[in-house]
C-alpha cells in the first residue's frame, strides 16, 4: 500500500505542470509527435482489471520520442507522472532520476525535487528522500503548504535513517494455515486466556458475487491454530462486519457493522451512519442478536476498530469523517473513548488529546489488558511512512504519555495496522501483505520488544455456585484494587455454567467481592504475585451461601483490616463494610453475630481484648452507615476458636497451635495464623 499523499499530489502536479503543445522543450518534431501522441493516448487510457486507468500505451510514446531526443526534459516529466499515476512508483523515480541528472535541466520551482522525495519517501527511499527534500527546502518561492509537507519529509526521513541504524528484534511468523487463507484476514482480536482468535476474512458472497466481510474464530490447540470457524448467521450476514473486540472472557462481542440501515440480517441492525458499532453476548453456548450499541457512541459519522478494556468500563474506537480535499487528511480518523454508565449504556464519547490523535488520520486502536497501554497506527506521527504503529500509557494523573514509535523492522514504509498484543506482553500478531504469505493480508505473530511491552497480565479462571445444591450460578462480580481502592473489573459469571474469566496485572493485592439476590454476600483479598515466567491462571472458585439456608458455620468479611495489634479500621476495610451496609439494610429481618478471632500467638488475655474491640468496631461502623443496632451482636473469641478448612479426604480441619507448629515451612505457618487472624458473621436469625 502507497502513500496516498504522493499519489494525490502527483495526479495534481499532472494537472499544472506539463508543457503545452507547441511549447515543448526540444526542436525535435519527431519527439514531440510522440508526445503529444501519448497524451492523446493517456486521455483514452482504459481500466485494467484491478480498476485502474491503464497508461502503457502513453508510456510507451514517452519513452519513443525519449530516445528520440534523450534530453527531452518534458518527456519524462511525462513518464514520471503517468507512470506513478499508473501504480508503478519505480519506473517513476528512475525517470525523475535521469530527469535530475540531464545537464541542462533546470527548474524555478523546485517541483521535481518535491515530487521525487515524496515518490522516494513513500517506497522506503529515505537517503534519497532526505536529499531531494533538502533541495527543495532551497526554493523560496515554494507554496506554504508544500514547504510543510516537504519539512514533513525531512523530519520523517531523518527519523527512519536513524532508525535502520538501530532496528529491533522482529521475526514475524505466518499463525498458518488454520487462519490464514487466499482471502485477505485482519483486524485480529483474543480472549484473554489466549484460546480463542477472533479476526476478519474479506470473502466472495456466492449469491452476488461481490465481495464482504466476515468474522471467523479459531482455537488454540497446544499452540497450532485451528482452522477457522465463521461466527454464525445472526453475527454474519450478507453485509459487512469488521474489526471486533472480546471483552476479557469472550462473552461480550462489540463489533462495526456497515450498511446498517437495514433490517432482518441477524437482527434489528439500523443505526445512525454508515457504519456503527454493534453489540452481542454468548449465553452458554449461543451468541444472542447483536442490537446498536447502546448510548451515545453512535453518530451521524462512521464508527470503527472497537477496543473493550479488560474491565469492561472503557470502550476506545475510531470515529471517521471526510476532512480536507486531499493527501494524508482527506479521510480522517481519530481515537475516542466512551465510559460504560450505570444503566448499561456507553457515555457521550471524548476524543482522546491531541498528543495522540494529529490533524491526520488514526486507527487501529488496541487497549491491552492491563488497562493503560493503547497502542494504535497512525499516519500523523513521525515515522517510518504511511501508517506506523506506536504505543502510549496512560498516566497516573490521567493523561497519556505521548506516543513513541514501535521501530523498524516492525514498522517500514508501507502501512502497519490492526495490531495485537497478547495478555502477557511478550507476543503480539498484525496483519500484513509481505511476502511468502497464504494470500493477500495474513495474520503474523511475533515477540515485542521489551521496550514496548505493557505490564504483564494473567487472568483468573473461577466458577460460582450454591454451597448446598452445588449448581452453577450466574452472578455480579467486582474486582478491586485494595491499594488504590479502584474497581478493576466488574463482570458477571455465566448463568449457564458459573464460569467467570477475567485479566488482571499481576503483582498487586485484589479484593474479590460476588453478589447475587438470594445469597450471602461472597469476599476475599488474594495478592496476584505470580513467579517471573508463570503463565499459570490464577483459579478460584466462589462458593455461594444461600440466605433460606440455616447455617452456624461463619462467613468471612475476608476484606476488613486493622492497624497492626489494634481494632482501628483501616480505609480499605470500608470497600467491604459499605457494601455489607447495604445488604444487612436490604435483609432488615437478618440478624447476626459479628465475630473477631486472632491467632495462637501472643498474650491469650491480650488477644482476648484485641478480638473484642475489633469486633466492636466492625459494629460500631455498621451502625454509622445505617443499619439498625437491633440487627446486630458483636463479640470477640481471641485464639479460642481457630479456623477450619477441609482437606483432600473430606475431613474438617483445625488451625490449632499444635496443627501449625508440625507445618513443613516458615511460610505456611505464617499463612495459617493469617487464615486464624479474621472478621466473620455467622446468622442467628434469618
Given at each position: ?48 482489471q ?38 508503478d ?17 533546470t ?7 518535491y ?49 535502520m ?13 488454520g ?22 476474512r474479506r ?6 458475487g ?16 485451528k ?17 471486533p ?15 446498517v ?29 447483536p ?16 477496543s ?18 486531499g ?12 465510559k ?6 456507553w ?31 497512525s ?5 517510518m511512512?504511511?501508517y ?50 497464504l494470500?493477500s ?64 496485572p499481576?503483582n ?38 444461600p ?19 489494634s481494632?482501628k ?19 432488615p ?20 481484648t ?12 455498621l ?24 482437606d ?33 458473621y ?5
Amino acid at each position: 500500500m502507497k502513500n496516498l499523499l504522493t499519489i494525490l499530489f502527483v495526479a495534481l502536479i499532472a494537472s499544472c505542470s506539463m508543457a503545452q503543445p507547441g511549447k515543448w522543450n526540444t526542436k525535435n518534431k519527431k519527439a514531440i509527435k510522440l508526445v503529444e501522441a501519448g497524451m492523446d493516448a493517456a486521455h483514452n487510457a482504459p481500466i485494467d482489471q484491478n480498476g485502474r486507468l491503464d497508461f502503457s500505451d502513453a508510456i510507451n510514446y514517452f519513452d519513443k520520442a525519449i530516445a528520440k531526443d534523450p534530453n527531452f526534459t518534458d518527456a519524462y516529466i511525462l513518464k514520471a507522472e503517468y507512470s506513478m499515476r499508473g501504480g508503478d512508483p519505480e519506473a517513476a523515480i528512475q525517470a525523475y532520476h535521469t530527469l535530475i541528472a540531464i545537464p541542462t535541466f533546470t527548474t524555478s520551482t523546485g517541483y521535481v525535487y518535491y515530487d521525487l522525495a515524496n515518490l522516494e519517501f513513500a517506497n522506503g527511499m529515505y537517503k534519497e528522500a532526505l536529499e531531494h527534500a533538502q533541495k527543495y527546502a532551497t526554493y523560496r518561492t515554494a507554496p506554504d503548504d508544500m514547504k510543510q509537507e516537504n519539512q514533513w519529509i525531512i523530519l520523517n526521513s531523518e527519523f527512519a535513517i536513524e532508525a535502520m541504524k538501530n532496528p529491533v528484534p522482529f521475526d514475524p511468523v505466518n499463525v498458518g494455515s488454520g487462519v490464514n487463507t487466499y482471502d485477505p484476514e485482519y483486524f485480529p482480536t483474543l480472549t484473554v486466556d489466549q484460546n480463542n482468535l477472533l479476526f476478519t476474512r474479506r470473502v466472495t458472497n456466492e449469491r452476488t458475487g461481490q465481495w464482504q466481510e466476515d468474522f471467523f474464530i479459531s482455537e488454540n490447540d497446544n499452540g497450532y491454530w485451528k482452522t477457522g470457524e465463521p461466527m454464525p448467521t445472526n453475527i454474519n450476514t450478507s453485509f459487512n462486519e469488521g474489526a471486533p473486540t472480546f471483552a476479557p472472557d469472550g462473552k461480550t462481542l462489540i463489533f462495526v457493522g456497515c450498511a446498517v440501515e437495514r433490517v432482518g440480517y441477524g437482527g434489528n441492525r439500523r443505526g445512525y451512519g454508515s457504519c456503527d458499532l454493534f453489540i452481542t453476548q454468548k449465553v452458554g453456548t449461543k451468541w444472542l442478536d447483536p442490537i446498536n450499541l447502546p448510548g451515545m457512541v453512535n453518530t451521524k459519522h462512521w464508527e470503527t476498530q472497537p477496543s473493550l478494556s479488560s474491565d469492561g468500563k472503557t470502550l476506545y474506537f475510531i470515529r471517521g469523517q471526510i476532512r480536507g480535499t486531499g493527501g494524508r487528511a482527506q479521510r480522517n480518523g481519530d481515537i475516542y473513548m466512551s465510559k460504560l454508565q450505570e444503566d448499561g449504556s456507553w457515555g457521550e464519547a471524548e476524543k482522546l488529546p491531541d498528543n495522540i490523535n494529529t490533524k491526520y488520520s488514526e486507527s487501529s486502536c488496541l487497549i491491552h489488558p492491563d488497562g493503560k497501554t493503547l497502542y494504535f497506527s497512525s499516519n500523523g506521527h513521525i515515522g517510518m511512512g504511511g501508517y506506523d504503529l506506536y504505543m502510549t500509557q496512560l498516566q497516573p494523573d490521567g493523561s497519556w504519555s505521548d506516543p513513541v514509535n514501535l521501530g523498524y523492522p516492525i514498522n517500514t514504509h508501507h502501512d502497519e495496522n490492526s495490531l495485537l498484543v497478547f495478555a502477557d506482553g511478550k507476543l503480539a500478531v498484525f496483519a500484513s501483505d509481505r511476502p511468502g504469505g497464504l494470500g493477500s493480508l495474513d495474520l503474523y505473530q511475533f515477540v515485542l520488544p521489551e521496550t514496548v511491552r505493557p505490564t504483564k497480565t494473567i487472568y483468573m479462571t473461577g466458577t460460582v455456585f450454591d454451597i448446598v445444591s452445588r449448581k452453577k450460578l450466574g452472578a455480579e462480580f467486582s474486582l478491586k484494587d485494595l491499594e488504590t481502592g479502584e474497581e478493576v473489573v466488574r463482570s458477571y459469571s455465566d448463568p449457564m455454567d458459573g464460569s467467570f474469566l477475567v485479566s488482571l496485572p499481576i503483582n498487586k493485592k485484589y479484593a474479590l467481592f460476588v453478589n447475587k439476590e438470594g445469597y450471602h454476600p461472597y469476599t476475599v483479598n488474594f495478592d496476584l504475585v505470580v513467579p517471573e515466567n508463570s503463565e499459570e491462571p490464577y483459579h478460584m472458585d466462589v462458593p455461594l451461601t444461600p440466605l433460606s439456608q440455616p447455617t452456624s458455620g461463619e462467613i468471612a468479611l475476608a476484606n476488613v483490616f486493622f492497624d497492626l495489634d489494634s481494632d482501628k479500621l483501616r480505609p480499605e476495610s470500608f470497600l467491604e463494610l459499605n457494601a455489607f451496609a447495604a445488604f444487612l439494610k436490604a435483609n432488615p429481618k437478618m440478624k447476626i453475630e459479628l465475630q473477631g478471632h486472632t491467632d495462637s500467638q501472643g498474650d491469650d488475655a491480650h488477644n482476648m481484648t484485641l478480638s473484642q474491640g475489633r469486633a466492636k468496631s466492625v459494629y460500631n461502623y455498621l451502625v454509622q452507615q445505617g443499619v439498625d443496632a437491633k440487627q446486630l451482636t458483636h463479640k470477640g473469641y481471641g485464639e479460642t476458636r481457630p479456623s477450619t478448612f477441609t482437606d483432600a479426604s473430606g475431613n474438617e480441619v483445625k488451625r490449632t497451635e499444635e496443627w501449625i507448629n508440625a507445618l513443613p515451612t516458615d511460610k505456611a505457618k505464617k499463612d495459617a495464623h493469617q487464615q486464624n487472624r479474621r472478621t466473620v458473621y455467622i446468622v442467628l436469625e434469618n
